[in-house]
């Protein structure tokens, strides 16, 4: 699905780990900022350093899997389990022989 999603515009970003929600001056989501990568063990910069990445979007989809916790704190801040069921988790999983 990636590719046609793609050829229909969305960018995907696979291996980066969203570590912030991003929000406009009204309090609207408008994309999510990457970590910081190589960072060595002592938590300084490395020599493969490399400042995380704000990606903005007219739509952002949060998918980080079960209890995220960038869901987490969307959940609080904008009250989306008010007037919901209890979250029901489970894994799935798919396999394909030929």
Do not use: C, H
């Amino acid at each position: 699905l990636a590719t046609k999603a793609e050829e229909l515009g969305v960018e995907i970003y696979p291996g980066f780990a969203a570590t912030e929600v991003l929000y406009n001056d009204e309090g609207a989501v408008i994309g999510v900022a990457t970590g910081d990568m190589g960072i060595e063990r002592s938590g300084e910069p490395g020599p493969n350093f490399a400042r995380g990445m704000a990606l903005l979007g007219k739509y952002t989809l949060i998918g980080e899997g079960v209890r995220g916790s960038l869901a987490k704190q969307l959940i609080a801040k904008f009250d989306l389990s008010r007037d919901s069921d209890v979250q029901k988790f489970g894994i799935g999983l798919k396999e394909l022989w030929q």
